[in-house]
């Protein structure tokens, strides 16, 4: 769960514009049908199952525009959750439960939904050394959010930005002329506290890779046989991640090749929403 301080300071921006950008100057309907202020309550109906994540964003959502809002939750982030149950009530002003009720939604289905399908290909690398990471391919200004529910679903976050770690790609490689080129002058650039990972495509620039002192080498887009060779041919000297055309049904395989880390990042832009509704409105006593 993301605590106080962390929600003010790196997440409640991020839910404030979306809650401009749905809500420019008023919310005309909830206006329109509650003219005063009122109390009430809407109950959060599970209509698909899954893993629930964002329990804590979702009510962060309703207390931006009424601070007295509450929401009693019968779930925690990360619990799994059936069909037509009832996953808690948000209590507060209709108008803004009214206002409030889709960017909720929104951030709440879709941090569920990377739980569960992160969960899933979680399941696959059980009782394999390998470890299951993240992308940077998430949706823009969603990072935070879909970062944290890779997490609640069971993987491991790989770096969160570029100011985060030295991780040398195919285009890095060309600009500095070679693997070696590459990793020495990130090695001379780079905090003395950063790894150096580098990004392979051949046996070849594997080799080189290792000579060089890489601390991590991607296996980029290789089939399981090279990978298999590649991590033979590190032997232990750098820790190794998998990388490219990563699908739930090639992940015991992968693990299978030795690899200390699979990176994929259907985890984030290719999970579906899962389904979520507010129901149930009705005014209560102030």
Known sequence: MLNGVTMKINVDEYILHTLKEDITYEDVSANAVMPENKQGRAELICKQSGIICGLDVFERTFKLLDENSRFECNFNDGDEVKKGEIVGVIYGDIKAL???ERTALNYLQRMSGIATITREYANELEGYKTVLLDTRKTTPNMRPFEKHAVKVGGGTNHRYNLSDGVLLKDNHIGAAGSVKKAIE???????????????????????????????IIMLDNMDNETMKKAVEIIDGRAETECSGNVTKERLKSIAETGVDFVSCGALTHSAPIMDLSLKNLRPTED
Do not use: C, H, M, N
Request: net charge negative; charged share 35%; no cysteine.
């Open 98 to 100: 009214l206002s409030a």
């Open 185 to 215: 002058l990130a090695r001379e650039y780079a905090p003395f506290v950063r790894k150096i990972e580098i990004e392979t495509e051949t046996l070849e620039q594997v080799k080189e890779a290792v000579e060089a002192g890489a601390d």
